[in-house]
C-alpha cells in the first residue's frame, strides 16, 4: 500500500513527538514503512550509505527493508527523543524485530 500521509488522516492523535533515523548500511536501497495494523504505508528510498529523519509519534511501528541483499528490521518507537533504525550486514541474519 502507497498513502501520501499528508492526504489521510493517518497521524494518531498525540502531541510527542520523536526523531526517528533510519540508517542504510547495505549496498543496496532500501525501503521505509511505517506498519499500521496490517497495511504498510510507504515513505519513500533510503539510498545506500545514507540515513533519513522522519519524524514520528511514540508507539509507532516503522520497518526499513532492502531487497538485494534481503534483509529487514523493525523498531517500535518510544518515548525516547531519538532512535535508530538500522539495517547493516547482521540484519541479513538476525530476527527482524526489534523494540526500542
Known amino acids: ?4 500521509p499528508e492526504e489521510t488522516n ?3 492523535a498525540m502531541s ?8 542504510n548500511g547495505l549496498p543496496g536501497e532500501a525501503r521505509l514503512f511505517w506498519v499500521n495494523g496490517d497495511d504498510e504505508v510507504d515513505y519513500g528510498v533510503v539510498e545506500s550509505g545514507s ?8 508507539e509507532q511501528r516503522w520497518r526499513l527493508r532492502c531487497e538485494k541483499p534481503s534483509a529487514e ?10 532512535q535508530h533504525l538500522l539495517l547493516t550486514e547482521a540484519s541479513c ?3 527482524p524485530t526489534t523494540r526500542l
Open 93 to 95: 541474519r538476525q530476527k
Open 51 to 58: 540515513t533519513r529523519v522522519q519524524s514520528t509519534f511514540k
Open 73 to 82: 528490521v523493525e523498531c517500535t518507537t518510544s518515548d525516547e527523543a531519538e
Open 1 to 4: 500500500v502507497t498513502v501520501n
Open 16 to 23: 510527542t513527538t520523536v526523531e526517528l533515523l533510519a540508517c
Open 10 to 12: 493517518l497521524r494518531p
